[in-house]
């Protein structure tokens, strides 16, 4: 297994150069899958032979990349490019054959001719972000997303007749919506009551084991937990131990692949669509995180009374609740994103914190109290879904709350109500604001307020997911809805 025990807990194992050039050997592996994400945070890879992948191969990197072809990265007079295997994310596919055994890495993107790091690949976004929270002073960060995905039995939708109605249909054994027993041969989860519900009603126990089984096995990703989630047919979490940012987004994004791809093989399909079915809960990714220093966690302060949150745990809030709308056009990047923050499904719509309170879009966890929990003490950041690309997401809340330390930003009060039942005359006085209620609006928030991603963030990336962003709002906003043809055909 990639991952050993050291003091009783489990640590993910990391390969160097020259023993995965071994590993890959005794594995017996005959193709390597170079993977890397494209700026919307979707997985691209390339395969090669394994005996194409010598020390060379790590040191300048294969030349297999067109980036012209890939979303957000170059136009096509500048297309040539470079990936540089990381030793350290390598693992085998178990879905490949033995005869055709396939081990991957996730890559670095550098331009060609040897002219430095692509200044749009995502991964060295999040490379960045770890550099500049050291040159503060923070030798370590520490992230854990909760990736909320729902796996289906069948999918389908018509967008390609644009004369003949549009529209899409969701199979799952545990739907509500099935008109009797499902294919699990028990009663259909009900809207909003698929928490924790046991066998047969959970039908994915075993899907989710498995997907927990293979990214520790293959990966050296632990995992601490697994469950339903709130909404019905199929939706499920995984819960990964935390990890410090670039290896959180390596797995964040070796999390997706496996998952898709144990679906698949299962007859299934996953999807991170944050907001698949109507009248139920949607896909969040709340996204945990605390700054270390010298193996001291400074969000942690035992005489804070309310939460036990210091100061400097307050001011990276502070940035948090600052930035929010600009945060989620990178944190909630599809306008499906924007279908799940509406009041009633337990997302977060109001910018606030609170040490409870889950209709605030920022929470620190209070589950245990004292010196000796110390390390469990974090910022819990509820606003970003799994539609989001991790290494772009982890390095902005980290700018947002870097930016706010340095200008010793005020967090505010917190707010303990329900936030969904106060008046707006009440919100307005407590100082709550909202997120923004389309993709259109988020972008327009961060082109008006984006230096404070800098200096992580390039004014490159920043302009590919604007115009990305962009890009699929008015794809969308120009097609009819189905639900049009209901409210207005009597016009």
Not at 140 to 151: D, L, M, Q, R, S
Not at 342 to 350: C, H, I, K, L, N
Request: some cysteine.
């Amino acid at each position: 297994m990639p991952y050993s025990r050291e003091g009783g807990k489990l640590k993910q194992r990391k390969y160097s150069q020259a023993e995965v050039i071994s590993k890959m050997q005794e594995d017996k592996v005959r193709f390597v899958d170079l993977q890397f994400a494209d700026v919307p945070g979707r997985l691209q890879h390339v395969t090669v032979p394994v005996e194409s992948l010598d020390e060379d191969a790590f040191k300048d990197g294969v030349p297999k990349l067109d980036g012209s072809s890939i979303r957000g990265f170059t136009d096509i007079h500048e297309s040539d490019m470079i990936l540089l295997p990381d030793p350290t994310t390598y693992g085998t596919l178990p879905w490949s054959s033995d005869s055709l055994k396939t081990g991957r890495m996730i890559c670095d993107v550098s331009w060609g001719y040897a002219m430095g790091r692509f200044f749009r690949d995502p991964r060295w976004i999040a490379q960045r972000a770890e550099e500049e929270a050291k040159r503060l002073g923070y030798d370590t960060t520490y992230w854990g997303p909760e990736i909320e995905f729902f796996v289906f039995d069948k999918v389908s939708w018509d967008v390609t007749t644009p004369f003949a109605g549009q529209g899409y249909r969701i199979e799952s054994r545990e739907a509500a919506w099935n008109p009797g027993i499902g294919a699990n041969n028990s009663p259909p989860i009900r809207f909003k009551e698929g928490y924790f519900p046991a066998t047969p009603q959970d039908s994915l126990q075993d899907f989710r084991s498995e997907c927990v089984s293979v990214l520790g096995s293959n990966f050296g990703i632990v995992s601490d937990a697994h469950h339903h989630e709130v909404a019905t047919a199929g939706q499920c979490e995984i819960d990964m131990r935390f990890d410090t940012l670039t290896n959180m987004g390596d797995a964040a994004m070796t999390y997706k692949y496996v998952i898709k791809n144990i679906a698949a093989k299962n007859g299934m399909i996953a999807t991170m669509m944050p907001k698949p079915i109507f009248l139920d809960n949607a896909s969040g990714m709340h996204v945990h995180v605390s700054l270390w220093k010298e193996g001291t966690n400074l969000m942690f302060d035992e005489k804070d009374e309310y939460a036990e949150l210091s100061q400097l745990g307050r001011y990276f809030g502070g940035g948090l609740i600052e930035h929010a709308r600009a945060l989620a056009a990178i944190t909630n990047p599809t306008t499906n994103s924007y279908r799940r923050l509406v009041p009633g499904f337990e997302a977060p719509v109001y910018i606030a914190w609170s040490r409870r309170n889950r209709s605030a879009n920022i929470r620190i966890p209070v589950n245990m109290k004292g010196a000796k929990y110390s390390s469990r003490k974090r910022l819990e950041y509820r606003t970003p879904d799994p539609a989001a690309n991790p290494y772009l997401c982890f390095a902005a809340i980290l700018s947002a709350g870097l930016d706010g330390i340095k200008k010793k930003s005020d967090i505010g009060d917190p707010v303990d109500e329900d936030i969904y039942k106060l008046t707006p005359e009440r919100r307005r006085s407590l100082g709550v604001k909202e997120l923004p209620g389309s993709l259109k609006e988020a972008i327009e928030c961060l082109e008006s307020d984006s230096d404070f991603l800098q200096p992580i963030f390039t004014q490159e990336i920043i302009d590919a997911i604007a115009e990305n962003g962009m890009k699929e709002f008015g794809e969308v906003s120009r097609r009819p809805h189905p639900y049009e043809f209901y409210l207005y055909m009597d016009i």
